[in-house]
C-alpha cells in the first residue's frame, strides 16, 4: 500500500527565506507527482505535476524536484513572502497496487511566513 | 490550468435530511471526476472515483446508499448526503481530470454541518 510522508509536518520562516519542503513515498510505481497548496477552508491549488520521467518543474518561485527511484520529492520556494502560508500536500498518481490510478496524499506541510 | 466549481461552499442541514454537492468542469470535460473527505487538520480520504456514464467505485468503508454519486454528463458530478447526521459533518472536495492520469484540479470544498 502507497505511503506518502512529508517532512517537516509544520515550518515558520521569516520572509525572504528559501526554504526546502519534503515529500517521500514507498512505492515508485507512481504517473506522476503533484505539489497542491491549500488555504484555509479552502479547496487544493495545483502547483506543480511532475511526470514520472521528469526529474523536475518550475513555476515561477517554485521548484519541484522529483527521484523516483528513491521514492522522493522536494518543493523548494525561493524567497518566501508572508502570501506564501499555508499547507503544502504533495499527491502521487498510482500505478499500481490497489490504488491504481487514483492519487495518494501526504498529510501536508503547514508553513508560516512571517514578515 | 483548468477551473472546477464546487457548489455550494458550505451548507447547514437538519439531522435526517438529504444534501446535494456539485463539482462542475468549467472549461474541459472530465472524464474521471473524484470525491474526498477531509477531517480537521488531516488530509484527503478518498471517497469515490465516478466516471461519466457509469457507476462510481466506492472506497472501502463508504457507504454506497448514503453518499450517492452521479456523474450524468462530462461537466459535472453530484455528491448527495443522504439522511444526514451530525458524524457526516465534514469539508467535501471534489477534483477532476481531462484523462484518467493527467493533473487533478480541485473544486473549493463545501463545508458540510448537520444539526
Known amino acids: 500500500k502507497q505511503e506518502v510522508t512529508q517532512i517537516p509536518a509544520a515550518l515558520s520562516v521569516p520572509e525572504g527565506e528559501n526554504l526546502v519542503l519534503n515529500c517521500s513515498f514507498t512505492?515508485?510505481?507512481?504517473?506522476?507527482l503533484q505539489w497542491f497548496r491549500q488555504d484555509p477552508g479552502k479547496g487544493l491549488t495545483s502547483l506543480l505535476l511532475i511526470q514520472s520521467s521528469q526529474r523536475e518543474q518550475t513555476s515561477g518561485r517554485l521548484n519541484a524536484s522529483l527521484d523516483k527511484s528513491s521514492g522522493r520529492s522536494t518543493l523548494y520556494i525561493a524567497a518566501s513572502q508572508p502570501g506564501d502560508s499555508a499547507t503544502y500536500l504533495c499527491a502521487v498518481r498510482n500505478a499500481g497496487g490497489t490504488s491504481y490510478g487514483k492519487l495518494t496524499f501526504g498529510q501536508g506541510t503547514i508553513l508560516t511566513v512571517h514578515p | 490550468g483548468a477551473v472546477v466549481s464546487q457548489h455550494p461552499s458550505w451548507v447547514i442541514c437538519k439531522s435526517g435530511t438529504s444534501v446535494k454537492i456539485e463539482c462542475r468542469s468549467l472549461d474541459f470535460q472530465a472524464t474521471t471526476m473524484f470525491w474526498y473527505r477531509q477531517f480537521p487538520k488531516q488530509s484527503l480520504m478518498l471517497m469515490a472515483t465516478?466516471?461519466?456514464?457509469?457507476?462510481?467505485?466506492?472506497e472501502q468503508g463508504v457507504e454506497k446508499d448514503k453518499f450517492l454519486i452521479n456523474h450524468a454528463s462530462l461537466t459535472l458530478s453530484t455528491l448527495t448526503v443522504t439522511s444526514a447526521h451530525p458524524e457526516d459533518s465534514s469539508f467535501y472536495i471534489c477534483s477532476a481530470q481531462k484523462g484518467t492520469y493527467t493533473e487533478a484540479f480541485f473544486g473549493q470544498g463545501t463545508r458540510l454541518t448537520v444539526v
Open positions: 465516478s466516471n461519466e456514464g457509469s457507476k462510481a467505485t466506492y
Open positions: 512505492d515508485s510505481a507512481i504517473y506522476n
